[in-house]
């Protein structure tokens, strides 16, 4: 029985990724800054919850000792919280964007190499974007075109790079970033637009459950890998 740990998963994305894993027999660590909500979320679906502020050292730490405690052991960790950071550009917003959606992640991911090295297939999804590729940013046909998000595009191209790094840096673990499609969530409800969060969860999950020889280092979607 496989161990996972999802960040920022109280709702959406994340939550539906907890569901799906859960259901498939993994033990499940939801993990949301808000701790009412976590446990709320948690209880609504039979997984565990732990208090994680991907923003605060010692908040990421509890969480992956609490787990270490429990477990012993992490096998899947998937990087999803993050902001879409919208308002004016200033200095303290684009810091605040950097810190959940980048540098959060190198938080959480080191946090748990240790717990991750004890793990007979440890893999690690990050839930970027394709809003920070380069490819898809300065291609017309794609809807990343027409979409001004400076702060949110630049901080998942951080997020897509640290993936690529840590696959470089720690090839005994399988580390992947992923664009999930354009989904309905807290983050878009301004723009009225995407699909249910369940059906962008299936790619979390299938990234998740790479067998062992699976790739690494890769930028995907639900059905191939893209360019960057």
Avoid at 30 to 49: H, L, Q, S, V, Y
Avoid at 117 to 135: E, I, L, M, Q
Avoid at 141 to 146: L, S
Avoid at 153 to 164: F, G, Q
Wanted: glycine share 8%; no cysteine.
């Amino acid at each position: 029985m496989t161990v996972a740990l999802i960040t920022g998963a109280n709702k959406g994305i994340g939550f539906e990724t907890a569901k799906q894993l859960l259901e498939s027999g993994h033990v499940v660590y939801i993990g949301a800054r808000d701790a009412e909500r976590g446990e709320k979320a948690a209880a609504a679906i039979g997984t565990r919850f732990v208090q994680l502020d991907v923003t605060d050292d010692a908040s990421v730490n509890n969480a992956l000792a609490t787990i270490d405690a429990a477990e012993g052991r992490l096998d899947v960790l998937v990087n999803n919280a993050g902001i879409l950071a919208a308002g004016d550009v200033d200095g303290p917003l684009a810091l605040r964007a950097f810190d959940t959606n980048a540098v959060g992640i190198v938080r959480v991911t080191e946090a748990a190499l240790p717990l991750l090295r004890k793990s007979a297939n440890p893999t690690v999804v990050t839930v970027s974007s394709s809003a920070g590729s380069f490819w898809a940013v300065t291609s017309p046909e794609r809807p990343e075109f027409h979409l001004s998000s400076a702060l949110y595009s630049a901080s998942k191209a951080a997020a897509t790079m640290l993936t690529v790094q840590y696959a470089k840096s720690q090839p005994g673990i399988k580390f992947n970033a992923l664009e999930p499609g354009t989904t309905a969530t807290d983050m878009t409800a301004a723009f009225g637009i995407g699909r249910p969060p369940e059906k962008s969860a299936e790619a979390v999950v299938r990234l998740a459950t790479l067998d062992a020889d699976g790739p690494t280092g890769t930028f995907q979607d639900e059905n191939r890998e893209l360019p960057w």
